[in-house]
């Protein structure tokens, strides 16, 4: 069981523009069967960004040892030339890389980190450390999207990199959750198909709530519970919930389950907001066409919903933010500052 996480977060240092910027692959080591989609967010990083990505041992490797992605980790905390941390993709086995670090050097060398999905492992354990990372922002995912980076997930990178204070949310007019092919060569010349964004739904009492962001990618934060990974409830208490879900496409029946888990050990009742991020309903596996993915959408924000009224009746509920597995996205502080302005409908982040 870890320690409870500090009360006061620790805003790292912000990276500058010609910084040196670690590119890690703490989950998958995808760059290695997509290497022309992984250069091509190399090469935005350095031209968009301004910065030099550092790679290490294990950036390139499939199926690389827990121990040695955790030790490439460790190192990067610990260059003082290095000024920040980027996943270069999620995956599924990131859970098993946690337990190696050395959290000491973490904790003496705290560094803004940024991923999502998969990442959630590494994220929520920098929050029990009390270092504020950064829920968003893929090397190969949205710096290596097709045709150009989108202008909403770069201006929000930008911002989360180098910005400080407060900034509001901004709500879409587009999206889509139908990426490239990244086998089809000819994929990363053409911007996805995008379609029209509904704007954010809210649910709940109309009032104000400030607190820490906690949560992620909502069947990681399913394994976490089950490994006994996350601290007692009372600890997250006040904290406003950061949930989406991933390609995987879980049923709402599984959505509901899992946090009516969080509801049944007390976790789910103790925050006062909770940010749903909105459900990507299409893959490769599963191409479900517009009014099945519309279908999909209503049944995720029913099961959140119904788990909601029940454990957190109180709770103000805003959906179909750009947060998680979406395009264009939004990064947002995990284990920073949010506020919900439920009656003007803002949300406002402190990077």
């Known amino acids: 069981m870890p320690d409870p996480p500090s009360p006061r977060p620790n805003y790292p240092a912000k990276p500058r523009p010609g910084d040196r910027v670690a590119v890690l692959s703490p989950s998958a080591g995808l760059p290695a069967l997509f290497p022309e989609v992984y250069e091509l967010g190399l090469r935005r990083l350095r031209s968009e960004l301004d910065l030099i990505p550092v790679e290490y041992p294990t950036t390139r490797m ?9 030790r490439d980790l460790t ?33 003496a060398n705290p560094k803004p980190f940024y991923g999502y999905s998969d990442n959630t492992n590494l994220l929520a354990h920098l929050f029990d450390l009390g270092i ?23 201006d929000s990178l930008r911002t989360a990199l180098f910005g400080t204070g407060w900034h ?42 400030e607190g820490r962001i906690w949560g992620g990618n909502l069947e990681v934060l399913s394994w976490l519970l089950r490994a ?23 049923s709402d029946v599984e959505v509901y389950r899992i946090l009516r888990d969080m509801g049944e050990r007390g976790l789910l009742g103790g925050f006062p907001a909770v940010l749903v991020g909105r459900a990507k309903a299409w893959d490769r596996d599963r191409p479900n066409n517009p009014e099945q993915k519309r279908a999909y959408a209503r049944a995720q924000r029913d099961a959140v919903r119904r788990a909601c009224a029940e454990y957190a009746p109180d709770a103000v509920l805003v959906f179909d933010l750009e947060i998680g597995h979406t395009d264009p996205q939004l990064i947002v502080p995990y284990g920073g500052e949010v506020r919900i302005d439920a009656t003007a409908k803002r949300i406002t982040v402190r990077y």
């Open 62 to 70: 499939i199926d690389a040892d827990p121990r040695d992605r955790a």
């Open 75 to 107: 190192a990067a905390f610990a260059d003082p030339s290095v000024t920040a941390v980027l996943a270069s993709i999620g995956g599924d086995d990131q859970i098993r890389v946690v337990p190696h670090l050395d959290d000491a050097v973490l904790r």
């Open 132 to 154: 504020v990372g950064y829920h968003g922002g893929s090397v190969m995912v949205h710096l290596g999207r097709g045709g150009a980076m989108h202008p909403t997930t770069l």
């Open 168 to 209: 509001e949310l901004p709500e879409v007019t587009e999206y889509t959750d139908e990426p490239a092919d990244w086998r089809d060569p000819t994929g990363l010349d053409r911007a996805p198909a995008m379609y029209p964004a509904s704007g954010w739904t809210w649910h709940g009492p109309r009032r104000q709530v």
């Open 228 to 250: 006994g990974r996350i601290g007692p409830s009372e600890a997250y208490a006040g904290c406003v919930l950061l949930v989406e879900t991933s390609e995987e496409l879980p």
